[in-house]
């Protein structure tokens, strides 16, 4: 299974972007799926987690701004991001919830004026 991730870029607080990260092989609507991230000199962190039966879980750093959702016909799964702070400026993976899968590249959101 390969993950990959899409949709960073740079954007000014309170700002919005929606990643995107679509996924190989034949499993992926059974799955429970994740977004994570990682700031420079912090450890990988779970934000939002999504199941097979679409229940969500969010960090409460990003609960209430950011939603995550999945289209299992396209193998995708998404992160809208609204209201942005500087402290989400952060590289954005998605993953198995748990990870399972090898990590890819990611995508880099900065969000800064």
């Known amino acids: 299974v390969q993950l990959q991730a899409s949709g960073g870029g740079l954007v000014q607080p309170g700002g919005f972007l929606r990643l995107s990260c679509t996924a190989s092989g034949n499993s992926f609507s059974i799955t429970v799926m994740g977004w994570y991230r990682q700031a420079p000199g912090n450890q990988r962190e779970l934000v939002a987690r999504?199941?097979?039966?679409?229940?969500?879980n969010y960090a409460d750093s990003v609960k209430g701004r950011f939603t995550i959702f999945r289209d299992n016909l396209k193998n995708t799964v998404y992160l809208q991001m609204n209201s942005l702070k500087p402290e989400d400026t952060a590289v954005y993976y998605c993953n198995t919830a748990p990870s399972m899968i090898s990590w890819g590249q990611g995508t880099l959101v900065t969000v800064s004026s």
């Open positions: 999504i199941t097979a039966g679409r229940s969500t």
